[in-house]
C-alpha cells in the first residue's frame, strides 16, 4: 500500500462542475502539498497546508490531521483546469515529499 | 526574476551510458531536490541538497549521485544506465530546505534510454 493515496484516478467534468480530488496518507507529516502538473511536465505548487483550510481563486484545499485526509476542490471548473492533480505529504520524520500518483482530470466545454 | 532553470530539456542515451543533468535555482534559494518521474507515476525523491551538503536521500542505487555547487546550482549523474531510468527528471528550487518550504518546480529533463 502507497504511503500516499490519491482518488480517483482519472475525472471527467463538464465546464462549471464543482470538482473533489481526495488524498490519504499513512505517515506522520509536517505539511501537505497540492500540486498542478500539465502535459509536457511542468510542476507549479497550488498549496502548502499544515492544518485548516486555504483558499485560492477557485481553489480550496482543506485537510483533516486526526483524519490524514486532505481534499482539493475546484469551483466552478473551467477546461483549462485540464492537468494532472498530485497531493505530496512531507513526512515528518525525513523531511522528504512523498508524492500520490496523481488525478488525472479533464474539463470539458 | 528567473525561474528554476533545468538542462537539458530532453536527453537519449544507450544503456551503459552516463548522463550529468543541471539545474539552477532561483536567486536567493539555498536547497534543490531532484525527483525522477516516471511516465504515469507521481514523482519520487531522489536527492536534497541544502549549502553544499547532502540533505536526503531516496531509495536508489549508486548509480545516482548529485552535488550542489557554491552558487546552489546542482548536478545530478546517474551512471550505467538502465532502461528504467528513462523518465522525466525533475529539480525543485527550495528557499531553506525545510519541508514545510513551498518547492518551485523546473520544467524537468526528459531521459530517454534506449
Known amino acids: 500500500k502507497n504511503e500516499v493515496e490519491q482518488s480517483p484516478q482519472n475525472l471527467t467534468a463538464q465546464e462549471g462542475e464543482f470538482i473533489t480530488i481526495n488524498c490519504s496518507y499513512s505517515v506522520g507529516i509536517s505539511a501537505l502539498h497540492w500540486l498542478q502538473q500539465h502535459p509536457g511536465g511542468g510542476i507549479v505548487s497550488l498549496f502548502m497546508l499544515s492544518s485548516g483550510k486555504k483558499k485560492h481563486g477557485r481553489l480550496i484545499a482543506t485537510i483533516n490531521i486526526q483524519e490524514k485526509h486532505s481534499s482539493l476542490h475546484i469551483t466552478a471548473s473551467h477546461p483549462r483546469d485540464s492537468a494532472v492533480y498530485i497531493c505530496?505529504?512531507?513526512?515528518?520524520?525525513?523531511?522528504?515529499?512523498?508524492f500520490g500518483t496523481g488525478t488525472r482530470l479533464q474539463v470539458f466545454p | 526574476d528567473a525561474g528554476v532553470t533545468q538542462s537539458p530539456t530532453h536527453l537519449i542515451k544507450t544503456r551503459g551510458q552516463q548522463v550529468t543533468l543541471r539545474c539552477s535555482p532561483i536567486s536567493g534559494h539555498k536547497s534543490v531536490s531532484w525527483y525522477q518521474q516516471v511516465l504515469g507515476q507521481g514523482p519520487q525523491f531522489i536527492f536534497q541538497y541544502y549549502e553544499k551538503e547532502e540533505r536526503g536521500r531516496g531509495n536508489f542505487p549508486d548509480r545516482f549521485s548529485a552535488r550542489q555547487f557554491p552558487n546552489y546550482s546542482s548536478e545530478l549523474n546517474v551512471n550505467a544506465l538502465l532502461l528504467g531510468d528513462s523518465a522525466l527528471y525533475l529539480c525543485?528550487?527550495?528557499?531553506?530546505?525545510?519541508?514545510?518550504?513551498?518547492?518551485?518546480f523546473g520544467p524537468g529533463t526528459r531521459l530517454t534510454v534506449l
Open positions: 505530496a505529504a512531507a513526512s515528518y520524520n525525513t523531511d522528504k515529499l512523498i
Open positions: 525543485a528550487s527550495i528557499p531553506v530546505g525545510a519541508s514545510t518550504d513551498t518547492q518551485y
